[in-house]
């Protein structure tokens, strides 16, 4: 059943921006890039799972914690972007370079990875194509009409018929990047500045749809795992689609999903 929900969440707001006209269908086949993986992963687990059981082995019983779905992600789609891991694979290619005259043995066979769907071996940093975090103790510091009460998390403000864009504006040029959302239309967005407990709020985050105290820091925590990265787009399904430093990134993504003007 949870695969189910799953698909229809990735299916649904991708039919939606088709059906508006502002994706073109061939988006569409994003759906099968990135479910099937994990569908497939699910198939395997569940039948080694019946396996045991009709061969009475007690490890039957114990069911990893893969199974409870939280690690699901996307990363390798085609439509999302990560900046970070873009520079990381650009360093990594620097240092292969560097050392290509030496032998010091391969011990990973990158024909033989196979795309870990359900999130178990990671090393536990975010990336985008990941479930995006919740964060909690979140004051509202603007007066939004979207929030009732003035305290409330992220998985509040999160919806499924819209995008988010997380701007902690400690780590991001906030004015650059609200003006970027301002592009796109309104209805499929909504812009959320984050702020360090008690800091300044920047003038221009009033453009901004909420602006939020990050009183505990669990936001920052769960999110800014590096400095230069504080630009985080949460897709209506909940996934991240995108950890990007500015305004360059964040066009990147939607153009990777909406249709130009042109088409």
């Known amino acids: 059943m949870n695969t189910g929900v799953q698909d229809a969440f990735n299916l649904g707001w991708k039919l939606s921006l088709v059906a508006k006209g502002l ?3 061939s988006f569409l086949e994003s759906y099968s890039e990135e479910r099937i993986p994990v569908i ?7 039948t080694k799972l019946l396996d045991r059981t009709l061969e009475n082995n007690r490890t ?10 939280l690690g699901i992600n996307y990363r390798w789609s085609s439509v999302v972007v990560d900046e970070r891991e873009e520079a990381q694979g650009d360093n990594e290619a620097l240092e292969d370079e560097y050392f ?13 990875m196979v795309k870990l769907s359900y999130g178990r071996e990671g090393d536990g940093r975010l990336r985008a194509g990941d479930r995006a975090p919740d964060a909690s103790s979140l004051l509202c510091r ?14 509040q403000i999160f919806g499924s018929g819209y995008h988010t864009v997380l701007v902690f504006a400690d780590r991001a040029n906030t004015r650059e990047i609200l003006h970027a959302a301002t592009l796109y239309p ?44 504080g630009v985080y787009v949460v897709r209506p399904d909940g996934m991240l689609g995108a950890i990007v430093k500015g305004p360059a990134g964040m066009h990147r993504y939607f153009q990777g999903i909406l249709k130009g003007k042109d088409q």
């Open 23 to 25: 994706a073109h269908p």
């Open 40 to 46: 497939a992963e699910m198939i395997s687990e569940t």
């Open 60 to 69: 039957a019983w114990k069911k990893n914690d893969g199974l409870y779905q």
């Open 100 to 112: 290509k005259d030496y032998d010091f043995g391969d011990p990973e066979d990158d024909e033989t």
């Open 142 to 155: 603007n007066s939004s009409p979207l929030l009732r009460k003035q305290a409330c998390q992220l998985f």
């Open 186 to 229: 309104k209805a499929i967005l909504r812009s959320v500045v984050i702020v360090r407990a008690k800091a300044a709020i920047p003038p221009e985050a009033k453009a901004a749809d909420i602006v939020l105290d990050d009183k505990d820091g669990h936001a920052h925590d769960a999110y800014c795992q590096s400095s230069d990265y």
